[in-house]
C-alpha cells in the first residue's frame, strides 16, 4: 500500500458504502417475502 496516496477517510467511506450495499442486498436476497410482512405489519399497526 503508498502511503502517500492512502486517505483513512475515502476508503472508511468507501468501506461502508460497499458494506451497507452488501447487506441490503443480503437482506433482499434472503428474505423478500419477510421484509414485505414486516413492512406490512408496519402500515397496519402505524394506520391502527
Do not use: Y
Amino acid at each position: 500500500m503508498d502511503s502517500a496516496t492512502w486517505s483513512p477517510q475515502v476508503d472508511f467511506t468507501v468501506l461502508v458504502k460497499n458494506l451497507e450495499g452488501s447487506v441490503r442486498s443480503a437482506c433482499v436476497r434472503s428474505t423478500p417475502s419477510g421484509v414485505a410482512d414486516l413492512i406490512e405489519a408496519g402500515l397496519n399497526e402505524a394506520a391502527g
